[in-house]
């Protein structure tokens, strides 16, 4: 059976003394079951809230990891420095990076091997923009990102992976994208990865939804049969909408 995620990414929001104690709080309620939970906190949180995780099922990761292994590139944090704060995820190709950081897919490529090669899961984000869909190139968009950023791998490289449908058009707006949408991407996803990888490894990728999830609507995205867990943003910023999503699972 393949894991089921559910990964808060708090973006540039909170500070340290917030986060630490949204992380205390998260790390209470969060219970010792099947569903793996993830926080992906700003860079200079992550040693600070891998001391608060006391659950198994609770793990810390980051939101993104530079494209080279170390040395001058200032401001910039390595996917070595990220496994030494004690993570053991980092989000890459965010459709943030790739708009407002003009982060493209063979940049992407160079950070999920970085990634990797660190012990750190890459959760590898795809997803369209509005445009696309209405003109009927959604499916063609993600198809090309995912080849473009993860198909290199060695199978037992792509083992490890983690994907995040995430339609730019439904992250931060309110407006989530159907069950049926999801699920539609999320099986076609999971055929492209049968294709390259064989039905055993597609079987095992867990591939999450993003955008707009919130309490109100994880238990009829998570139903799903290819939706594996969600990636939240803002409702990742309160512990109990958060925690809501979490326990979406239980419903199910
Ligand atoms: P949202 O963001 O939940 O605020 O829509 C999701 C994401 O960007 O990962």
């Known amino acids: ?48 809230v891998n001391k608060i995780i006391t659950k198994d099922s609770l793990f810390l990761g980051a939101q993104n990891c530079a494209s080279e292994a170390s040395g001058a590139y200032t401001g910039e944090v390595s996917a070595q420095m990220i496994r030494s704060a004690g993570a053991d995820y980092v989000i890459i190709g ?24 660190n012990d750190l899961i890459p959760i590898f984000c795809c997803g369209e923009i509005l445009k696309e869909r209405q003109a009927g190139k959604h499916i063609q968009v993600v198809k090309t990102q995912i080849e ?35 699920q539609e991407m999320h099986k076609i996803i999971r055929g ?15 591939i999450l939804y993003g955008g707009s999830c919130k309490p109100s609507n994880a238990k009829e995205l998570f139903a799903n049969p290819d939706v594996d867990g969600g990636l939240i943003g803002g409702a990742s910023l309160t ?3 958060f925690m809501g999503i979490v326990y979406a699972f239980k419903e199910i």
């Not at 965010?94 to 090669?117: G, I, P, Q, T, Y």
């Open 239 to 241: 512990s109990s909408d």
């Open 192 to 206: 492209l990865i049968t294709d390259r990888y064989g039905h055993q490894i597609a079987d095992n990728t867990p």
């Open 1 to 48: 059976m393949r894991k089921k995620i559910v990964a808060g990414n708090w973006k540039m929001n909170k500070t340290l003394a917030e986060g630490t104690e949204l992380a205390k709080t998260v790390n209470r309620l969060v219970e010792e079951n099947d569903v793996t939970v993830v926080l992906c906190t700003p860079f200079i949180h992550l040693s600070e």
């Open 94 to 117: 965010h459709s943030e990076r790739r708009s407002c950081f003009r982060e493209d897919d063979s940049l992407l490529n160079k950070k999920v091997k970085l990634a990797l090669e």
């Open 148 to 182: 473009n950023g993860l198909f290199d791998l060695t199978t037992e490289d792509f083992s490890k992976i983690v994907i995040a449908y995430e339609p730019v058009w439904a992250i931060g707006t309110g407006v989530n994208a159907t069950a049926e949408q999801a």
